[in-house]
């Protein structure tokens, strides 16, 4: 979940497991272990992939709401400088430039059209990929991209056979950014504020 991509499903998704970081680090219930706690926090240091700071945010988010005077809200505490500086690098993060519409490739199944696709995203230029393929591989690509949440159109040009593909970036690929940025200096602000 934290190496996926984040989409909707997996930001729903970390959400919940936010609140369980919480209650891990927090000691509720039975688990109330130091040295576990200790652990967690050096596994949230190390982690890699996007989603780390949103599964902190999710916690601290969590143990917001926690009395002020609970022993366990103040264990979560060690969780506030690590998502400040994720999401301050995030929020600091320059602006794309206009003519990039390159695009992270989603991980694929690992077959000759993922591959296909992956240069198509990678590529900083080029907005339009026509592939004539048969049906099955478009609905593969079709699903790859849907699934994977990836801000590309994906429409079939019915003249010919095979009928062609036509992939389109879409402006997405720049406001989604924009977005996280404007998202991370909210949390950021929040998370200082709350967790000093």
């Known amino acids: ?10 930001q729903k998704r970390l959400a919940g497991l936010g609140a369980l970081l919480a209650a891990v680090l927090g000691g509720i219930g039975e688990v109330d272990d130091d040295v576990l706690r200790r652990e967690v926090i050096e596994w949230c240091r190390d982690a890699e992939g ?10 601290l988010d969590t143990a917001e709401s926690w009395d002020e005077d609970r022993t366990d809200r103040s264990r979560m505490r060690d ?3 690590i998502a400040t500086a994720i999401l301050q690098a ?5 602006a794309r430039e206009p003519d990039d519409w390159s695009i992270s490739a989603p991980s694929g199944c690992g077959c000759d059209l993922c591959e296909g696709l992956a240069v198509f ?3 900083r230029g080029k907005r339009v990929l026509e592939w004539p393929l048969a049906k099955p591989k478009r609905q593969h690509l079709h699903h790859t991209i849907d699934a994977h949440e990836v801000p590309v159109t994906h429409t079939t040009r019915r003249v010919g056979r095979p009928y062609v593909l036509v992939l389109t970036k879409t402006a997405e690929v720049f406001d989604r950014e924009d977005r996280a940025r404007a998202e991370s200096a909210r949390d950021l602000r929040r998370i200082q504020a709350s967790w000093p």
Request: charge should be negative.
């Open 1 to 10: 979940c934290l190496v996926a991509a984040p989409t909707s499903t997996v």
């Open 79 to 81: 969780l506030a400088p």
């Open 50 to 59: 996007s989603s780390i700071a949103d599964l902190i945010v999710a916690a």
């Open 90 to 94: 995030r929020a600091t993060t320059p």
């Open 121 to 123: 995203l990678s590529d």
